[in-house]
C-alpha cells in the first residue's frame, strides 16, 4: 500500500470514524433511554424484529454485495456506463424481489397473527410496510461507500444519531415499541432525503439477463455466506429467547451493545478500505500478494485496538448498568464473556472480504456452517445443564473463535509459508492473550469507594497496562504520527 494512499485511507477512516464517535455519543444516551422506556421484554422484542428485518433482505440474492465489488471496479477502470447499468439493474432486481418477504410476512401474519402478542403482530405488520424503504435506503448507502462519498456518510451517521434520540423521547417514551416503529420510519425517511438533496442518485428499470447472471453467479454465494454469518451472529439471540424468554434475551443485549462500540471503529475502517481494496486488486493485475497488507495490517492493529476497546467498553457498560440500568445486571457476566468473540468476529470479517477480493469467498461457507453447528449444540447443551446467559456467551465465543480463525488461516495460506502463519498466528493470539487477561484480571481485583471510582480507576490501569502495545500499534502502523501531519496540514490551511 503506497505512502499516500494509505495516508488518503487513514484520512478518510479518521473523518468518518469522527461522525461515528460522535454519533455514539448521542448513541449511548439513547441506548439506556431505549432500555429503560421499552424494558427488557420490549428490547427483546425489538431485537427479534431487527432479525427478522436483516433476514428479509436476502431476498436480493446478494445482488447488492455483487455490486458493491464490481461497480468500484467499474469506476476505477472508467467504464462509467457500464457502472449505471449495473447500479440500475441492481435496484431494479432489489426492489422487485424484495416484494416475496413482504408477501411471506403478511400470509404469516393473516394465518398465525391471533396466536402472537399484540407487539410482535404489530411488529410483522410495520416489517411488511418497512422492508421496501429500508432495502432503498439499504442500496443508497452501498452506492455511496463505493463512489467513496465519505464525507455525505459521515453527516448521515450523525443525523440519524441525533434524529434517533429525538424519536426516543418524542415518541418511544410515551407509546412504548410502537412508538419506536414510527420513529425508524421517520428518521429513514430523514435521511434518504439528505441524500437526494446533497448527492442525488437516478435510477430507471434496467433488465439485463445475461449481466444479471453474471452479478448472481457472484452474489448468490456471498449471500449464502453472509445469510449464514448473520444466523451464527444471532443463533445466541434465537437459543435464549427459545429456552430462556424475552426478558432473559433483553438483558442479554448489553453484550450486542457494547459489540456495537467495540466494532464500530473497525467497522467505519472497513467500510473505506473494502472499496479501495478492490480497486488495487484491479489495478495491480489481480494478484493476491498485490493487497496482503490490506489484510495483514488492518488484523495486526485490531489485534491491539479490539481488545483495547472491548475493555475499555467492560468498564464504561458496566457502570451505565449499574446507574441507570439495574434490571439489565444479570446480564453484566455475560456481556463481558460475549465480547471476547468480538474479535474473532472481526478477523473473521477481514479475512472474508480478502477471500472475495480473490475470488476464494466459496470457502467460507463449510467454515461458517462448522461454527454454527457448533454454536447451536454448545449453547443448547450449556442452557440445559444450568449455565443460562452465561452458558451461551461460552458457546458463542468457541463458534465465533472457529469462524474467525478458520478464515483468517484460509486467507493467509494464499500468501505465506506455514512458518511465516505460524508467527503471525502466533503474534495474533498472544497480543489478544494479553490485553482480556489483563481486563479480567483488572475487572476482577481493582474496586472503589463508589462505583464511579472503581470504573475510573479500571479503565485508568487498564490504560497503562496496555501502553506498551499501544506504542507498538504506532511503531508498526504510524497512525498517530499521519494524524498529526494531517492536522498540521489542516491548521496550514486554516490559517491561510
Request: proline content about 3%.
Amino acid at each position: 500500500m503506497e505512502h499516500e494512499h494509505k495516508k488518503q485511507l487513514l484520512k478518510d477512516t479518521t473523518y468518518y470514524s469522527i461522525a461515528n464517535y460522535i454519533a455514539q455519543g448521542f448513541g449511548i444516551v439513547n441506548s439506556v433511554a431505549l432500555r429503560r422506556f421499552l424494558g427488557p421484554a420490549g428490547m427483546g422484542i425489538w431485537s427479534l424484529l431487527q432479525i427478522i428485518l436483516g433476514y428479509c433482505g436476502y431476498a436480493s440474492f446478494g445482488t447488492t454485495k455483487a455490486m458493491a465489488r464490481n461497480y468500484p471496479i467499474l469506476r476505477g477502470k472508467g467504464e462509467n456506463e457500464s457502472a449505471e447499468k449495473l447500479k440500475d439493474m441492481v435496484f431494479t432486481f432489489t426492489m422487485t424481489m424484495s416484494l416475496i418477504p413482504i408477501v411471506i410476512l403478511v400470509c404469516y401474519l393473516a394465518i398465525k397473527g391471533k396466536t402472537l402478542d399484540r407487539p410482535v403482530s404489530i411488529g410483522i405488520a410495520f416489517l411488511s410496510g418497512f422492508l421496501l424503504i429500508q432495502r432503498f435506503y439499504d442500496l443508497l448507502l452501498n452506492l455511496l461507500r463505493s463512489d467513496k462519498k465519505f464525507v455525505l456518510l459521515s453527516h448521515l451517521i450523525i443525523v440519524n444519531a441525533v434524529a434517533g434520540l429525538i424519536m426516543t423521547f418524542a415518541l418511544v417514551r410515551w407509546w412504548n415499541i410502537y412508538g419506536l416503529m414510527a420513529g425508524t420510519t421517520v428518521v429513514t425517511a430523514i435521511c434518504i432525503g439528505m441524500i437526494y438533496r446533497s448527492h442525488p442518485y437516478h435510477f430507471a428499470r434496467y433488465w439485463n439477463s445475461k449481466a444479471l447472471w453474471q452479478e448472481l453467479k457472484l452474489g448468490v454465494p456471498l449471500v449464502l455466506a453472509t445469510f449464514l454469518g448473520e444466523f451464527l451472529k444471532s443463533a445466541d439471540d434465537w437459543i435464549i429467547a427459545r429456552y430462556l424468554g424475552f426478558a432473559s434475551l433483553g438483558m442479554y443485549t448489553l453484550g450486542s451493545m457494547a459489540t456495537q462500540y467495540v466494532y464500530s471503529l473497525p467497522n467505519m475502517f472497513s467500510h473505506v478500505w473494502y472499496p479501495n481494496m478492490q480497486q488495487d486488486y484491479g489495478r495491480k493485475g489481480g494478484t493476491p500478494e498485490g493487497i496482503k497488507s490490506y489484510l495483514l495490517t488492518p488484523v495486526f492493529g485490531f489485534s491491539i485496538l479490539c481488545p483495547f476497546l472491548a475493555g475499555m467498553a467492560i468498564f464504561g457498560i458496566t457502570l451505565l448498568a449499574q446507574v441507570f440500568l439495574p434490571k439489565y445486571l444479570p446480564g453484566l457476566p455475560a456481556m463481558k464473556i460475549y465480547l471476547i468473540g468480538t474479535f474473532f468476529l472481526l478477523i473473521g470479517s477481514f479475512a472474508y472480504s480478502y477471500l472475495i477480493a480473490i475470488d476464494k469467498y466459496l470457502v467460507n461457507i463449510p467454515v461458517v456452517i462448522a461454527a454454527l453447528g457448533i454454536n447451536f449444540t454448545l449453547n443448547v447443551f450449556f442452557v440445559k445443564i444450568g449455565w443460562g446467559l452465561i452458558g451461551v456467551a461460552i458457546g458463542t465465543v468457541i463458534s465465533f473463535f472457529i469462524y474467525g480463525f478458520g478464515l483468517y488461516v484460509l486467507a493467509i495460506q494464499k500468501i505465506m509459508t506455514l512458518n511465516e502463519m505460524l508467527v503471525k498466528i502466533t503474534e495474533m493470539l498472544g497480543l489478544v492473550a494479553y490485553s482480556f487477561t489483563a481486563i479480567f484480571l483488572i475487572d476482577r481485583f481493582v474496586s472503589g469507594s463508589n462505583v464511579y471510582w472503581a470504573a475510573f480507576g479500571k479503565g485508568f490501569i487498564f490504560l497503562v497496562v496496555s501502553s506498551p502495545l499501544l506504542f507498538l500499534f504506532e511503531q508498526k502502523t504510524k497512525t498517530l504520527s499521519h494524524l498529526i501531519e494531517m492536522f498540521q496540514q489542516f491548521r496550514g490551511k486554516v490559517a491561510a
